[in-house]
């Protein structure tokens, strides 16, 4: 499968890949061990396509507190609970945070946190369907990316400082 790519330099994170099919994105890789990973597994080729090109262009207004919401076509892919949790995840609003046990519980499954936590780490979206919104219901930042828990309380501290702008 070909699949066509585009990077944003964020100077909060680095470079971001952004991956689509040629219809909508299906990936967003915020590590450089991750996006090597994905480029042994598919033929990547680098596209300015229309569509990469407003994803860029989105992160970049959203990285400069100037886009609250993404308008984008997203596909992702996985069982019926993940799509769940992701739908409920894109309904989070920007500079808020809501906490894995909020999420089981607006999905109808209450007892499902760790689940939630797992297709929490199974987004392949990541920014464009804000799993860094989620938190401990402590309000700690816990498992992003696995131990990644740096990146999310930077896009938090991002969304805080532009969220009444």
Same mark, same amino acid.
């Given at each position: ?5 585009s990077?944003? #330099?964020?100077?909060? !994170? ?6 689509s099919?040629?219809?909508?994105? =299906?990936?967003?890789? @915020?590590? &450089? ?10 033929e ?12 860029v ?9 100037k886009? #609250?919401?993404?308008? !984008?076509p997203?596909?992702?892919?996985g ?5 769940q =949790?992701?739908?409920? @995840?894109? &309904? ?14 607006k999905?109808?499954?209450p ?8 297709a ?11 799993c860094?919104r ?30 009444t702008?």
């Amino acid at each position: 499968m070909k699949l066509e790519y585009s990077i944003y #330099k964020s100077d909060l !994170l680095g470079c971001i890949y952004v991956i689509s099919d040629g219809e909508a994105i =299906v990936s967003v890789e @915020l590590f &450089e061990e991750d996006w090597q990973q994905l480029r042994q597994q598919y033929e990547m080729i680098k596209s300015n396509s229309p569509l990469l090109e407003n994803a860029v262009q989105q992160l970049d207004e959203y990285f400069h507190g100037k886009r #609250k919401a993404f308008h !984008l076509p997203l596909k992702w892919k996985g069982t019926e609970f993940q799509e769940q =949790v992701w739908q409920a @995840l894109c &309904e989070i609003p920007y500079g808020t945070t809501v906490s894995y046990s909020d999420i089981a519980e607006k999905i109808g499954r209450p007892k499902a946190v760790r689940a939630v936590g797992q297709a929490n780490r199974a987004n392949e979206l990541a920014i464009f369907v804000p799993c860094h919104r989620v938190v401990g219901k402590n309000g700690s930042l816990t498992g992003y990316a696995g131990n990644r828990t740096n990146v999310k309380e930077r896009l938090l501290q991002l969304e805080r400082r532009y969220r009444t702008i």
